[in-house]
């Protein structure tokens, strides 16, 4: 699996936790272990073009997702195809100010948007109730799993 980590934000981000978790919610989602997924995390005001071209909004947001082969959800039978997973793109500040409010660590912050925008990258949404019930908790399991395995992996 490739999973691609590029930091232009200026604010320094611990890549290997990130890589981690993607790697983990790939696991999860039953994603094939030759799809490729990008990271990029950026400033608030490349953020801000992002989110103004794709999305017609203004200002920063905090993760935005960009689906390439249109890849779903695998099985424990049956693998995703193998390709181009997709990009996400993160946003260190806003998500620092998120994690303050939320209570948690940036880092906190920056595990759940990549989880959510890997959910997105699958082709999860959160528009109608129903599709935020399922996509959220999916991400909830998946951040707890992941904190799980971190644990072990620390002791």
Do not use: Y
């Amino acid at each position: 699996m490739s999973i691609e980590i590029n930091n232009e934000s200026n604010i320094p981000v611990d890549e290997v936790a990130l890589q981690r978790l993607a790697a983990f919610a790939l696991d999860t989602m039953h994603v094939h272990a030759d799809a490729d997924l990008a990271i990029l995390l950026v400033d608030e005001g490349a953020m801000e073009q992002l989110h103004v071209q794709w999305m017609d909004e203004p200002g920063p947001t905090d993760v935005l997702s960009f689906p390439m082969d249109e890849l779903r959800p695998g099985t424990e039978d049956a693998e995703t195809p193998a390709g181009l997973l997709g990009d996400i793109v993160l946003c260190p500040q806003v998500a620092q100010g998120q994690a303050e409010t939320a209570g948690h660590s940036t880092l906190d912050e920056l595990l759940l948007l990549t989880a959510h925008g890997i959910l997105h990258l699958l082709g999860f949404d959160h528009a109608e109730p129903e599709e935020e019930k399922e996509m959220f908790g999916i991400q909830r399991d998946i951040l707890i799993g992941f904190a799980m395995q971190e644990r072990r992996r620390t002791k």
